[in-house]
């Protein structure tokens, strides 16, 4: 966590920066924020650590009620993205999508709503509508994992025929993350089919 205190309308407020303990990704951006915002923010982190912690060990019904707890205490695009992730996890894809909208609306520079709502409409068939999600999530300024985005819409242009179109994707993914084996893989395989 870091800290920096700044006076705005004759309230202080101090830059908080939380880490979510997942990779690199920080939890609700940079913010400056009051003491009670701050603190509402702080339980927030702790509801989302311990939902991520139920959903990892498989008890998807814990994991949502703690990432709801998480929501009411401090909403963060974080907590409803993976409250989708977890809604995708119990096959309720709609739900899942639902709370990737809500993701966008807190911060819509957050990358990973977009690149989810992309890959639970192909899990739906909806390739086109896919498309313009992933494009969104490549765009995101706040985004850990653009590699991801790349290769699902690798994987739509292959699945659409759009052989070529998927290759640049796969590559992309490849190029952004060379230790990604499922983009690998997949750019070997077009690769050879095309040879």
Not at 101 to 120: K, L, M, T
Not at 160 to 182: C, F, H, T, V
Request: proline content about 3%; hydrophobic content about 40%; aromatic content about 14%.
């Amino acid at each position: 966590m870091s800290e920096e205190t700044q006076i705005r309308n004759s309230e202080t407020r101090t830059r908080v920066t939380l880490e979510t303990g997942i990779g690199e990704m920080p939890f609700g951006g940079e913010e400056f924020l009051t003491d009670d915002q701050a603190t509402a923010k702080r339980d927030a982190l702790l509801f989302f650590q311990s939902a991520y912690e139920a959903q990892m060990r498989g008890d998807l019904d814990e994991a949502v009620d703690l990432y709801k707890q998480s929501i009411e205490a401090y909403a963060t695009a974080e907590a409803h993205t993976f409250l989708g992730w977890t809604y995708s996890f119990m096959t309720l894809t709609d739900e899942a999508i639902a709370e990737c909208h809500r993701a966008i609306e807190v911060d819509p520079d957050f990358g990973n709503p977009y690149n989810d709502i992309g890959a639970y409409l192909i899990e739906q068939g909806n390739l086109y509508a896919a498309i313009e999600w992933f494009q969104h999530a490549m765009m995101a300024s706040r985004y850990e994992c653009y590699f991801y985005p790349h290769f699902n819409l690798g994987r739509v242009y292959e699945a659409l025929g759009r052989w070529y179109d998927a290759l640049r994707e796969y590559k992309a993914a490849i190029d952004l993350n060379p230790k990604y084996a499922l983009a690998v893989m997949a750019f070997r395989k077009l690769q050879a089919k095309l040879n």
